[in-house]
């Protein structure tokens, strides 16, 4: 017997009626970017490695899938790092390309590649599959979409409350009913590790910091002792585990904790700015906090960072996002500021699956199934079903005479709304015998009367 096919593990199949709900996201995102004046632009589901390797800090390089080489390619295997035992180097020779890890990077080589062509700022959204060679589990991946928008070519910190904005504008137009938008400024971060003595540390204490709420305090403290930070250091850092209150009280605290560091302080200034800003325009279902532990772990931020949950969810972020001043100078375009947002559509199927969100209209279901009664009857039909769809409306003929009863499974198992009977009868007579699959009702109707009644 042959073996039952199987897909990796970390991806997924969808069903017709699994795609019309992720469509119904994509365009809802869609439609909030452009809103916000976001044009969309594609890049190749690869890059060359060298794009991006040392992008995204030690724990990301780990989890980009590279493309082994074929051909006379494989002759550019470097055996003496294999002989050295270097195997980084060894792994990297036998992969010239790979997956993209995200969309950011992609399009920090993007803006470099064509900033001819490009008017700046020059704001991007991007909605397309990204790879990661992550452990499967609950809501991890490791095939899933990003939806990323991007701007690029300015340090404005308008931005940054639009961004704020449109995480709300368009999870509270997916219905989510309570979810938290994140912040925090990656120059508080480096404020902190300038007030404790350990400036040259600042990736450790990052990636520490942003574990916490999966370790705990003792579990950071004990990384940090593993990165080599001093004592002293430590001692320093631990009352930011004590900080507590509302966001005006966090950052208050925080001011004062960073008192003596220029850069943290700036970063406290960007933050206020935001939350007051964001404050003054409103928003319609967001809850916006302040959270110094938040650090994402990734090497190119260097102003805001966010981080959007849903609440009441066992998911983690469905949103992210931050500044990352200093992308696009590692191709070689220096002060290129740029800011940008990500929603994890997969993460956010899942939650509006688990809460039952999506609207009863998504759906992927003929509207109008016509039953075949033989080879005149269908030849009838057929110019019935050329008009209805030329109204826009989902119609299909059987394709044979099967039996009424098997006929009539096959539009169960469908789900068809509707079905429509023409026999010599009602060709006779010029009407259509109309059946609501749902109700069970059924009317004669004219073919007007019918697609009237379908376009309701």
């Keep these: 017997m042959a073996q039952k096919p199987s897909i990796p593990k970390g991806t997924r199949d969808f069903l017709p009626a699994e795609v019309a709900k992720r469509t119904y996201i994509f365009e809802t995102i869609k439609k909030s970017f452009q809103i916000y004046g976001f044009s969309p632009i594609e890049t190749p589901s690869f890059e060359l490695s060298s794009t991006l390797l040392g992008k995204y800090g030690e724990e990301g390089d780990r989890l980009i899938f590279k493309i082994l080489n074929s051909g006379d390619k494989v002759k550019k295997a470097d055996l003496k790092a294999l002989e050295d035992g270097n195997l980084a180097r060894f792994s990297n020779s036998l992969a010239e390309k790979a997956l993209r890890y995200d969309l950011t990077v992609p399009f920090a080589r993007f803006v470099v590649q064509h900033q001819n062509d490009l008017s700046f700022p020059f704001k991007r959204y991007q909605i397309q599959p990204v790879w990661r060679a992550d452990r499967p589990q609950h809501g991890r991946y490791q095939e899933f979409y990003q939806c990323d928008a991007d701007v690029v070519g300015s340090d404005s910190l308008i931005y940054e409350v639009d961004f704020v904005l449109l995480f709300d504008e368009i999870l509270s137009n997916l219905k989510i009913p309570d979810f938290t938008v ?17 400036a040259d540390k600042i990736i450790s204490i990052t990636v520490a910091i942003d574990k916490l709420d999966k370790i705990g305090i003792e579990g950071v403290l004990k990384e940090l002792t593993e990165k080599g930070l001093s004592a002293d250091s430590i001692e320093k850092i631990k009352p930011l585990f004590a900080i507590s209150g509302d966001t005006k009280s966090r950052i208050d605290q925080m001011e004062a904790f960073l008192a003596s560091s220029e850069i943290g302080l700036k970063g406290i200034e960007e933050l206020k700015y935001v939350f007051e800003t964001v404050e003054k325009l409103g928003v319609k279902n967001a809850k916006i906090e302040f959270d110094v532990t938040l650090a994402r772990g990734l ?60 609207p009863k209209t998504v759906d992927n279901r003929l509207e109008l199934l016509f039953i075949n009664f033989g080879e005149n009857e269908a030849a009838y039909c057929l110019n019935l079903v050329k008009e209805i769809r030329a109204n826009g409306i989902s119609c299909e003929l059987y394709p044979s005479d099967a039996k009424m009863k098997k006929q009539m499974n096959y539009a169960n198992d469908r789900a068809v709304k509707n079905i429509a009977l023409v026999g010599q009868n009602e060709i006779d007579k010029g009407i259509i015998q109309f059946k609501n699959m749902e109700s069970g009702e059924q009317i004669e109707v004219s073919l007007a009367e019918l697609i009237n009644q379908l376009k309701k």
């Design 182 to 198: 994140k912040i925090n400024n990656r120059k508080i971060l480096s404020g902190i590790a300038e007030v404790s003595g350990a």
């Design 299 to 358: 090497n190119y931020y260097t102003g805001a960072i966010f981080e959007v949950k849903a609440n009441g969810v066992n998911m983690g972020s469905i949103c992210g996002g931050g500044r990352y001043d200093d992308l696009t100078g590692i191709f070689g375009m220096n002060n290129m500021s740029g800011v940008g947002i990500s929603f994890g559509a997969d993460r956010i199927y899942d939650v509006l699956t688990e809460l039952d969100l999506f």
